[in-house]
C-alpha cells in the first residue's frame, strides 16, 4: 500500500479556505425538532465551553480560534454553508483555519475527544478539506470496504472513540443519512465500531493533548515600538495577526511598511521601544526567524556595537511590528473600500458555484454584461451568513487595535517589569531526530500492513483474487499473455480496466473497412477498387514503384486468382519499408525467430540472431516480455510503471531475478 486517498466526501465540501478544520455537534435527535431546541443548543454550547476553557486560556492560534455557533434550521438558510450542503438538522458547529501550524488542528481533535467525553450522548464529527483526516491516520487499520466514496455520515468521535456506521448497518452501496446515522449511534446500534488498531492510531496521534498544546509554545523576547507593546500587553493573541502580516507581505503592503503611519508614532529614532516577552507558537517563530527582512529607513534599529543579542531582540521586533502594521493597512483599506467582503475563500467558492450554474452565461470577463451580472453577485453575497460570518473576521483585528490604542498609555506603564529571557529554540535546527522517528514509525506501521496483507494472501492460497502469481524462467510466457489479455479489453473514460474476473468486450477492428476509408481519403471516392491498369494512381502519392505493383498484377493473373487493391497495396509498401529497413540497424534490435519455424507454424521460443538478407519474422511476444524485463531491471527494486502494471494483472517477479531473466533473453 504504498499510498491512502483522502477520506473526502461531496457533502461534506464547504465554500471555506484550504488548511481549514471543520467541526460539528449533534446533541440527541430528539432535541432536533423540539420547540425549545435553540435554548436547549445554547445550554449545551455554555456547558462545552466551561469545560475546554482552562484548556483555551494560554493558548496562541495560527490563524483562528477554536469556537462553536448554533446553527438553528428554522430560521438559517435551508442546509448548512460551512457543515455541508446536505445538513439541514439544528446543531453545533465551527470552523478554524490553521494555516502552516497543523498542531492547532489536532488539539482542536483532542478537544472533541475531551467534549465527546464529558459528553457521552453527543455526536460529533470533525473534516477538513482533505475529508476524514481521522481515517487517513489510520489508513493501514481501516477494513477494506470503506472508501472517500462511502465515508460520509458514517464517522463521528462518540463517547471518547471513533465510531465507524459498517456495512452491516449500511449497506456499502447505500447513502447514509445524517438524522438516520444520529439515531443508529444513539440506539447502540452493533457494527459501529472498528477495530482497537484504529482507535490506538488516534490516541497516539493526540498522546498528551491537550495539555501537550503549551509544549508548542515559544516564548521570545523582542524590542518593539510603543502602540505594538501596548496591542500586545491587552491582545497577546494579535500575535497571529502581524505574523501573517509580515509571513504573507506583498509589493503593496510593504510599502506600509516603509510608512509605519500606525505603530511608530514619530519618524527617525525618538520614538519610544520598549522590551518585552512575546509568547506565539513554534510554527509562527520560524516563520519569523527564517526570513531575511530589511529594516525600513524610518525604523529606529540599534547600532551594531550594541551586542548580538540586542541586534536579535530588535530585529525580531522589527518583523513583528512591520507585520502589525502590513495588515492592519491592508484590512482597514479593504474594509473602506467594501473588498473585504467580498475577497478570499468563501466569495471565490460562492463565484464558481455561479459560474458551474451557468450564471454568467459564457460572457467574457470585463465585459458591460458580466461586470453587471458580477455586481449583482456581490450584493447577493453580502446579504447570506457566510458573508456576515467572514466580515465579522476579517474585521476584528482592525476594530480590535483600534480600541486599544485609542485609550491612554506611556512608556512608564512597562518600566519595572521583569522581562525573562527567550526560550531556547534549538528544536528549530535539531528537528532531525524527531522527524526520521516520525518517519520510521510510518515505515514500521507500512511494514506490518505488507506482512499483513501477504500472510492474509498465502491463507486464501492461488485462488485469492488479491494474491500475486511469481514470474521465474519456467512461466514468463503468462506475462505476455496477460498483457495481451489487458490490451485486448476496452476501457472507459474513467481510465484502463485491469481484466482481473471481467466479461468485458473485446476490440472490434475491420481491417477491410478502415483500408477503404484510407482508400477514399487518397483517392477519391470515384475509384472502384480494381487498380488494374491504372498503376499510376495507385503510386501517384507513394515512393512504390508502378513496376512493382504491374509485376504483383501479373503474378496474381498467373496464379489464376485477383489481387484486390488492398493487397496490392500492403504488399508493395512492406516490400519498400523492407528494403529501406535493410540499410538501418532496426532489425537488429528485436529478437527474430528461425525461418523454417516461422514457416512449420511451430513454437517461437528457438531465438537466432538473423544475418540472412531479408527480415525474418519477429516474435512479438518474446520481444513484449523482453522489454517489459529490460523496463524493470532498470527500476533497480523501486517502484515504477511496469512494476505497478505487473502487479496490476496479479504477476510478480521474484525479487532479484527480473534483472537476471532479462539478460539471459540478451544473450
Known sequence: MDSFPPFSSSGRKNI??????????????????????????????????????????????????????????????????????????????GSTKYGDNVEDEWFIVSLLVVISKKFPALSIRVSDNDGEFILIESAYCLPRWINPDNSENRVFLRSGEICVLGRRLFPVDKDVGLLEAIRALENGEKDTGVSDDVQRALERRIAGYPERANENMHRARVRVPLPVAQVLKYEPSLISFAVEGFYDRDIDSMKHAGKMDKFLTSAGGGVDMVQLSVRMSRAMYGQLVQQKFQAPRCYPMPSRDAGLVVLMEAEMGMKIACGFEMMYQVKRLAMEEGKGMVKGGAWDAFKEKLESSGYFRQLLPGSQEYERLMHQAEENYKTSDVFAHTSTVFNAPVKRVDEILSSNYSLSDFKNTEVPPSDDDSWLYNGEDELNTALL????????????????????????????????????????????????????????????????????????????????????????????????????DTDIDPDDIQELLDYAKSMGGEASSDDIFMNSYSNSMNKELKSTTLDKSFIHVQQDTAKTGEGTSNIVDDTSEDLSPIDVDLNLVKSFLDSYSSQEGLPGPASNLLGSLGLKLPDGKGKAIAENMNK
Open 441 to 540: 514509525e510510518r515505515q514500521n506501521e507500512m511494514d506490518m500492513y505488507e506482512l499483513k496483507h501477504k500472510s492474509v494472501s498465502s491463507n486464501h492460497g492461488p485462488s485469492d483474487a488479491n494474491s500475486a502469481k511469481v514470474l521465474n524462467d519456467e512461466n514468463i510466457g503468462d506475462m505476455a499473455k496477460s498483457l495481451r489479455n489487458f490490451v485486448e479489453k476496452v476501457s472507459s473514460f474513467e481510465g484502463a480496466e485491469i481484466p482481473q474476473n471481467r466479461d468485458l468486450e473485446e476490440v472490434n477492428f475491420d481491417v477491410d473497412s478502415f483500408f477503404k476509408a484510407l482508400e477514399l481519403v487518397g483517392h477519391g471516392s470515384d475509384h472502384d477498387g480494381d487498380f488494374e491498369g491504372d498503376t499510376t494512381s495507385l503510386s501517384s
Open 16 to 93: 471555506l479556505s484550504d488548511d481549514t478544520v471543520i467541526y460539528s455537534i449533534y446533541p440527541s435527535s430528539s432535541s432536533f425538532f423540539t420547540a425549545g431546541a435553540v435554548s436547549v443548543f445554547q445550554s449545551i454550547q455554555t456547558q462545552i465551553l466551561e469545560t475546554i476553557s482552562p484548556y483555551l486560556q494560554d493558548y496562541i492560534w495560527q490563524h483562528q480560534p477554536f469556537h462553536l455557533s448554533v446553527f438553528d434550521a428554522s430560521i438559517s438558510t435551508p442546509s448548512c454553508t460551512i457543515c455541508g450542503t446536505n445538513v439541514t438538522l439544528a446543531h453545533l458547529h
